[in-house]
Every structure is written in C-alpha cells, then in structure tokens.
C-alpha cells in the first residue's frame, strides 16, 4: 500500500528565506502526487499537483515542487516566504484504482518575521 | 471559499451518543470524501461516495457510517461515540471519481466527546 512520509512536522524560517518541505512516497509505479495547505482554521487546499508530464510543477503563489523517481520524492520549495506563507502542508499520493488518496502526516511551515 | 459546505461547525457530546455531520458538496461535483484529522494520527481517509454509491473505504470504524443523498448532499454517522473519537472532520468534494481529481475541502467539523 501507499505510504507518504513528511519528515519534518515543524520548520521555522525567517521571512525572504528559502524553504523546502519535503515528501517521501512508498510506491513509484503510477503515481500521482499532490500538496495541499491549510491556513489556520481551514480545510485544505490544493497547492499543486504532478500528474505526467514535467517533472517541475508550479503553483501560483512561488511554490514548486520536483518530481523524483528515483528517489521517490516530491519535495516542495519556496525561494522566498512570506508572513502569508505559515500555514500546515501537507502531501499525498494516490494510484490509479480505488486505492484512496494518502496523505502524510503534514508540516507545520512558521514563518518568523 | 471552496463551496464545500460542513455543518454543524463545532459539537460537543458524550462518550456513547450518536451524532450526524452533514456535507453538501461544490455544485456539479459528484464525489464526497471523508476525513479524520487528529494530531496524533494525522488525516485519514473515512470513505468515498461517488453518486450515491460507495467509492472508495479507508480507516473507517465499524461504529461509523456514511451516506450520499440524491441531492449529492452527504452524512457521516457516528455512533456509541468515545473519548479517542475527538477529531476535526473534514467533507471534500470532486468533480469525478479518480485519484486524479482535486479535491476541495469544507471547512471541517470538530467534534469533541467528553
């Protein structure tokens, strides 16, 4: 079955700092993988999504991340956050089938003025 | 905004109640996810309705039950409820069946059970 692993649940950084959230996925064989955030008090939203295609995805608030088979990684990063940026992201992969989508554990992103 | 409509937005019972959280989902979407999001086991796929039937079951207790309407609307029961059930529900929707699909996410319902 389909397992994502965020490593790391908390990542502090300061505002116009670099970041990258990342993302491990258990399975390479047709996936496809999503980010998702949720601002306080919300539900999630999607961030960006690779399906096929181009290896790098993009969002429209600065956000990208790359697509990696062979380490089976979807690690999402930023050049430059912002206050607006904090938030909990999340990623999650999915498979063709009935298999649901999962999701990891989420990474609570804070960022410091 | 995601047009993903969850209500009540918060309550609050005992341990061995029954209650029912509600879902209606983005106008023209047919599948109505559920989810559990809870700090230690993070957010778990409940069930998947697509059109008023069964999709999809993940982590789903026994004590739990769903349902999609006609109206596409959705219900998550959850009965003889205990104290680990204390959790933020969330309803998605999508437009189509596959894993492929975006969800959008209500703004979730927390319960808590004392």
């Known amino acids: 079955a389909q397992s994502v692993t965020q490593l790391d649940s908390q990542v502090p950084v300061f505002e116009e700092a670099p970041v990258e959230l990342r993302c491990n996925y258990s399975?390479?064989?047709?996936?496809?993988l999503f980010w998702y955030v949720q601002y306080p008090n919300q539900g999630l939203q999607l961030l960006l999504k690779?399906?096929?295609?181009?290896?790098l995805v993009e969002s429209i608030n600065g956000f990208e991340a790359e697509f990696n088979k062979s380490q089976t990684s979807f690690h999402l990063r930023k050049p430059s956050v912002h206050i607006s940026d904090t938030a909990e992201y999340f990623c999650?992969?999915?498979?063709?089938?009935?298999?649901?989508?999962?999701f990891g554990k989420g990474t609570r992103l804070s960022v410091i003025a | 905004d995601s047009g993903v409509t969850q209500t009540p937005k918060h309550l609050i019972t005992a341990t061995g109640q029954r209650v029912t959280l509600r879902c209606s989902p983005r106008?023209?979407?047919?599948?109505v996810y559920w989810y559990q999001q809870s700090l230690d086991q993070g957010l778990q796929f409940l069930i998947q309705?697509?059109?008023?039937?069964?999709?999809a079951k993940g982590n789903i207790l026994e004590r739990f039950s769903a349902q999609q309407f006609p109206d596409l609307h959705s219900e998550l029961n959850l009965s003889s409820l205990e104290l680990g059930d204390s959790a933020l529900y969330f309803c998605?929707?999508?437009?189509?069946?596959?894993?492929?699909?975006?969800?959008?996410f209500g703004p979730g319902t927390r319960l808590t059970v004392l």
């Open positions: 309705y697509y059109n008023g039937e069964e999709r």
């Open positions: 998605a929707s999508s437009v189509g069946r596959g894993r492929i699909d975006t969800q959008y």
């Open positions: 106008s023209g979407d047919l599948s």
């Open positions: 690779y399906l096929s295609g181009s290896t």
């Open positions: 999650a992969a999915g498979s063709t089938g009935n298999t649901p989508l999962v």
């Open positions: 399975s390479s064989v047709s996936v496809y």
